[in-house]
């Protein structure tokens, strides 16, 4: 009996164990980790962005954190975050909402914001702008 439940236990951690994140467009094709393994943040850098694609509404960026970003908000885009590696807080106005991969959010223009990674590999995000971001559009908020 011991044994049998020993086995159900171990099959049971195995189907639940997470899956490394894919994302079949753009830069991604290749997969997540060989993606970040040629776009590395930097040792000082707090947050890295790349676009990976986009489309006539929307650009999508693969979005690294290690830390915390700074207080910021889009004047004129809606930004929609899907985590797909680590954890962390996403500060979205007054609220505290922790994330995990698997988690999204969506970010209205003009709402402060930002995030702090937990854990030392930091988290890799998927976040899509729309309308598509081709102009830096973060400002920052006064005071912090």
Same mark, same amino acid.
């Given at each position: 009996?011991?044994?049998?439940?020993?086995?159900?236990?171990?099959?049971?951690?195995?189907?639940?164990?997470?899956?490394?994140?894919?994302?079949?467009?753009?830069?991604?094709?290749?997969?997540?980790?060989?993606?970040?393994?040629?776009?590395?943040?930097?040792?000082?850098?707090?947050?890295?962005?790349?676009?990976?694609?986009?489309?006539?509404?929307?650009?999508?960026?693969?979005?690294?954190?290690?830390?915390?970003?700074?207080?910021?908000?889009?004047?004129?885009?809606?930004?929609?975050?899907?985590?797909?590696?680590?954890? /962390?807080?996403?500060? %979205?106005?007054?609220? $505290?909402? &922790? #994330?995990? =991969?698997? @988690?999204?959010?969506?970010?209205?223009?003009?709402?402060?914001?930002?995030?702090?990674?937990?854990?030392?590999? /930091?988290?890799?995000? %998927?976040?899509?702008? $729309?309308? &598509? #971001?081709? =102009?830096? @559009?973060?400002?920052?908020?006064?005071?912090?």
């Amino acid at each position: 009996m011991r044994r049998l439940a020993l086995v159900a236990l171990v099959g049971w951690t195995v189907a639940c164990a997470a899956r490394a994140a894919r994302v079949p467009f753009g830069n991604l094709e290749a997969g997540l980790e060989p993606f970040l393994a040629s776009h590395p943040l930097d040792a000082d850098q707090a947050i890295r962005a790349d676009e990976i694609g986009r489309t006539a509404t929307a650009s999508y960026h693969v979005v690294q954190v290690r830390g915390a970003e700074r207080p910021h908000r889009h004047v004129t885009h809606d930004i929609t975050v899907v985590v797909l590696r680590g954890r /962390g807080t996403l500060r %979205l106005e007054d609220r $505290a909402l &922790p #994330l995990a =991969a698997g @988690d999204a959010a969506v970010v209205p223009r003009g709402a402060p914001h930002w995030f702090a990674s937990h854990g030392r590999g /930091g988290a890799v995000a %998927l976040v899509a702008f $729309a309308p &598509p #971001l081709d =102009a830096a @559009d973060s400002v920052p908020l006064n005071g912090r």
